[in-house]
C-alpha cells in the first residue's frame, strides 16, 4: 500500500467521523455526495466494485448447513441482533411487520428436541427416536421464527386469496428469513431453516415457552459456526434462459 492510498484513507475516515456528528462540510447531503467531493472517482468506483462483488458473493454462497461447531463463540448475541434487524428490513407490503423472533435458550431447546424425539419414536420406533434425540441436541443455536396472524378467525382460509394480508405476511416472514441467514453467512455463521412436523405439533408452543396463540410458526434456524468443508453448490435444474421469460 502506497503513503498516498494511506493518507486517502486516514482522510476519507475522517471526513465519515466528521459527518456523522456535524453538518460542516457535508451541507445537507448524505454521506456519499460528500465522499464524492474530496475522494478521487477512481476510488470511488474501485470500492463500489468491491462491495458489489462481496455483496454478490454472499448470495451465492449461502448454504444450507447440517454440521456445526458443539458451542457458539463469545459475541454471538450481537451477531444475532445484527441478522435479526436485517431480518426486519424484508419487503412487506402492508407494513404490518408480523415477523417474530424467539432465541431459545438450553432449557427450551431440550423440550423442543425430546418433543421431536417422542413424534418420531411413535412413527418409527425407540432406536429412530434416541438417534433423533442425539443429532438435534448437536445443534447449538435455535431461533423460531413466528408469523404474528392477522385478527380474523378465516385468517387461515384467506391464504388461498392472493392479495389477502396473511399470504402476504407470510411471504414477509419467509423474506425476512432469508435476510437473517443472509447475515449470519456474511458474519460466518450457518444455517439451516427446518420446518418440520414437530414445529407444527400442538405441544410445540409449550415446548418452546409458550408462544402467543395469534403466532403461527414460519420455521425454527439452526444457526451455530460451520465445521468440516462448505458445501458444494448443486446443479441448477434449470438454465437462466429457462427461467428468465423475456416479454415484448
Known amino acids: 500500500v502506497t503513503p498516498s492510498i494511506v493518507m486517502m ?3 476519507t475516515l475522517f471526513l465519515l467521523a466528521l459527518c456523522s456528528t456535524t453538518n460542516y462540510f457535508c451541507d445537507g447531503l448524505s454521506i456519499p455526495s ?27 454462497t449461502r448454504r444450507t448447513i447440517n454440521s456445526f461447531e458443539p458451542t457458539l463463540p463469545d459475541g454471538w448475541e450481537t451477531v444475532m441482533e445484527t441478522a435479526v434487524h436485517a431480518a426486519t428490513y424484508a419487503p412487506n407490503h402492508k407494513r404490518t411487520e408480523p415477523w417474530r423472533f424467539h432465541l431459545l435458550g438450553p432449557q427450551a431447546i431440550q423440550r423442543v428436541c425430546e418433543l421431536n424425539a417422542k413424534l418420531v419414536t411413535e412413527k418409527k420406533g425407540s432406536a429412530a427416536g434416541e438417534k433423533k434425540l442425539e443429532r438435534w441436541l448437536q445443534m447449538p443455536g435455535w431461533l423460531v421464527v413466528t408469523q404474528v396472524v392477522v385478527d380474523d378467525e378465516n385468517a387461515n382460509d384467506n391464504f388461498m386469496i ?18 437473517l441467514c443472509l447475515s449470519l453467512h456474511s458474519q460466518g455463521y450457518g444455517t439451516k431453516w427446518t420446518t418440520g ?35 458444494v453448490a448443486p446443479n441448477k435444474k434449470k438454465s437462466l434462459t429457462e427461467v428468465l421469460c423475456r416479454h415484448d
Open 162 to 179: 392472493p392479495t389477502s394480508i396473511v399470504k402476504e405476511d407470510y411471504a414477509a416472514c419467509c423474506c425476512a428469513i432469508q435476510n
Open 34 to 60: 460528500v465522499l464524492k467531493r474530496f475522494v478521487p472517482s477512481k476510488f470511488m468506483k474501485s470500492s463500489s466494485s468491491n462491495n458489489n462483488n462481496h455483496f454478490h458473493s454472499v448470495l451465492l
Open 197 to 231: 412436523p414437530v414445529n407444527f405439533d400442538p405441544e410445540f408452543a409449550k415446548a418452546v415457552g409458550t408462544l402467543p396463540s395469534n403466532e403461527q410458526v414460519v420455521g425454527t434456524i439452526w444457526f451455530g459456526i460451520p465445521s468440516g468443508t462448505s458445501p
Open 9 to 11: 484513507i486516514r482522510f
